[in-house]
């Protein structure tokens, strides 16, 4: 997965012990296709890489998995696995078919990524409560749609 953020708004050091928590790094992966890792652009990204992995050993009291890799070439995922969760949701993606005119645009949208998140059970209520009306759904829809909400 590929992370676009806006540093004033969150640190790479924070997005990295989301990845941490995000996962067992005790673990082998069992497939390389599904295996949990880091690859880094620069110096900077694997010194806070590594630096996260030795406390990560630390707190685990064990050997930690997890690659720390260099990027090369970055391949953007199969269409199905595009916002696993959300296209679960026949309602929502029937409006986001209308609100974007190709695929693309539809991973690339933000509301997209957000409502992945809280479909897959991330995110608060209170944060769903206070952005919802910004997706480009009414607020009908998306609680017809979301049953958690």
Same mark, same amino acid.
């Given at each position: 997965m590929q992370v676009d953020f806006d540093p004033s708004q969150i640190s790479y050091e924070e997005i990295v012990g989301m990845v941490w928590q995000g996962h067992n790094p005790t673990r082998p992966a069992w497939s390389k296709q599904y295996m949990s890792a880091f690859w880094?652009?620069?110096?900077a990204q694997r010194e806070v890489i590594e630096a996260t992995k030795e406390r990560q050993a630390q707190q685990y009291g064990s050997e930690i998995q997890?690659? %720390?890799l260099q990027l090369e070439t970055f391949y953007i995922a199969e269409d199905y696995h595009q916002k696993y969760s959300l296209q679960k949701y026949r309602g929502l993606m029937k409006k986001f078919n209308?609100?974007?005119p190709t695929f693309k645009d539809f991973i690339d949208s933000?509301?997209?990524a957000r409502l992945n998140g809280? %479909?897959?059970g991330q995110g608060a209520e209170?944060?769903?409560e206070a952005e919802g009306h910004l997706y480009?759904?009414?607020e009908d829809e998306l609680k017809a749609s979301l049953r958690r909400y």
């Open positions: 880094y652009e620069n110096e997890t690659p %720390v209308g609100m974007y933000t509301a997209a809280f %479909v897959s209170a944060l769903f480009g759904f009414s």
